[in-house]
């Protein structure tokens, strides 16, 4: 291999787009290669590589290279896809390149190259993983599809990347050295002793997931829970788990939609863990009415949110262009404070808000372990490319918690108009 051909064309022609030189090995499909002997290697197996990313620059067009396997970047001299995209990142920061646009001789000068380098065309097709959703923006109908993308790939898929409980959910980390189960069950604790539930106590769980809170909840709390689904292959499990553990006189899973709730003034406690990224924008009020209207006055609220801080969230609310496109369709996540606000408008009274960014980092690294522990079976569960948009999804979120890009908290709210039971001293 040599540092001329396609490769070194190809840097001289990225040059006004990168601020300079490659910061990384770059090996194009010819076999040539270009850029430093000591950075991560970067390979493009094919043409359609650059034909994505000219269609869609930045991060859409990267991640379809990389789902497709038109991009890799293997393993080699202790690079991995982590250190390799924070690399990225870091250079990409200190050349300023954020944001910044390009002027129209330098597109000009880029599509030239392209055309020399015989990479102009129609844009490849889009990849099958890539989530495509219609209809009006978190109508029922869109809402539902919008969650079968993501949770209905099958439940044993998901049972081998999270913990027995299934808690798709940031975990509870006494130190980094707990386990993933251990973390998940902490979680599940603090919500319960968050939310004092008691036996008896009725409890609603809005976004229910695979039951871990609504099982625990009864199962260790002896609470009456009625829990919330749009998925129906998590429904489908979470009764297969009432049976097992004989909780069908403590347990009602629903195939319901939160903004259907009936219930008025009825439970003592309600818990949503991550469902509220879920929902929209345009839609948070609604959500926040029916935690409000379902707990009885003085009732405990809790919800475990993600956040995007304020300047990144308002160009990529969903998390950017890869998780928008890819994960979570129609997500929409904001600064913690913006929550707040809108949980307090909405007449909850916020009593404790509980930071656990750091957590998440030990929470994915855990689902990580897993998800390359069992690739094989994943493969064959759902194919090549969705196992690579898990991978990318995975490494992609702990780097976005442990630099600070996306946070998650749990806020705890009482509803007003009658005496609350929270500790002046908490525990917790």
């Not at 991640?63 to 390799?84: F, I, K, M, N, R």
């Not at 409980?165 to 599940?188: F, I, N, V, W």
């Not at 809170?213 to 002896?222: N, P, R, V």
């Not at 759902?382 to 998650?408: I, N, T």
Request: proline share 5%; hydrophobic share 40%.
């Amino acid at each position: 291999m040599t540092a001329t051909g396609l490769a070194q064309r190809l840097a001289e022609a990225a040059r006004p787009f990168i601020g300079g030189d490659l910061p990384v090995r770059l090996q194009v499909w010819d076999g040539s290669v270009a850029g430093p002997e000591d950075g991560p290697l970067v390979v493009l197996r094919s043409p359609d590589a650059l034909r994505r990313l000219l269609w869609h620059p930045g991060e859409l067009g990267a991640a379809q290279a990389y789902v497709t396997g038109d991009l890799d970047v293997p393993e080699q001299d202790g690079w991995d896809l982590d250190s390799a995209l924070t690399h990225a990142f870091a250079v990409g920061q200190e050349r300023g390149l954020e944001g910044v646009r390009r002027s129209p001789a330098a597109l000009v000068q880029a599509l030239r190259a392209a055309a020399g380098l015989g990479v102009l065309g129609l844009p490849p097709q889009l990849p099958a993983s890539q989530a495509r959703v219609k209809g009006r923006l978190h109508s029922a109908i869109r809402d539902r599809r919008a969650i079968s993308h993501h949770y209905d790939l099958s439940n044993e898929f998901y049972s081998l990347i999270l913990d027995p409980a299934m808690a798709y959910s940031c975990g509870y980390h006494e130190s980094p050295e707990t386990s993933l189960e251990d973390a998940q069950r902490a979680k599940l604790d603090l919500v319960c002793r968050k939310l004092g539930l008691e036996r008896g106590s009725r409890m609603l769980d809005v976004g229910c997931g695979w039951g871990s809170l609504s099982l625990h909840a009864a199962e260790h709390f002896g609470a009456q829970v009625t829990g919330v689904t749009i998925a129906a292959e998590q429904k489908k499990f979470i009764d297969a788990r009432i049976a097992e553990r004989g909780l069908g006189d403590r347990v009602e899973i629903r195939l319901q939609d939160y903004r259907d709730v009936p219930e008025r003034d009825h439970f003592d406690a309600v818990g949503s863990l991550e469902m509220g990224e879920h929902v929209g924008e345009a839609n948070y009020p609604t959500y926040v009415e029916v935690l409000r209207r379902s707990v009885k006055p003085g009732g405990r609220v809790l919800v475990q949110q993600m956040s995007r801080s304020g300047k990144l969230g308002g160009r990529h609310p969903g998390g950017g262009p890869f998780i928008e496109s890819f994960i979570a369709p129609d997500m929409h996540m904001r600064p913690v404070g913006e929550t707040v606000a809108h949980l307090e408008h909405g007449g909850l009274e916020v009593r404790d808000v509980h930071a656990l960014r750091e957590h998440y980092v030990l929470t994915v690294a855990g689902w990580l372990e897993r998800f390359e522990a069992n690739v094989p079976r994943l493969t064959e569960l759902v194919g090549e490319e969705v196992v690579r948009v898990w991978r990318l999804y995975l490494v992609g979120g702990s780097m976005a918690f442990r630099d600070g890009r996306m946070g998650v908290d749990q806020i705890l709210m009482v509803r007003p108009g009658a005496a609350h039971t929270l500790p002046a001293v908490r525990g917790w």
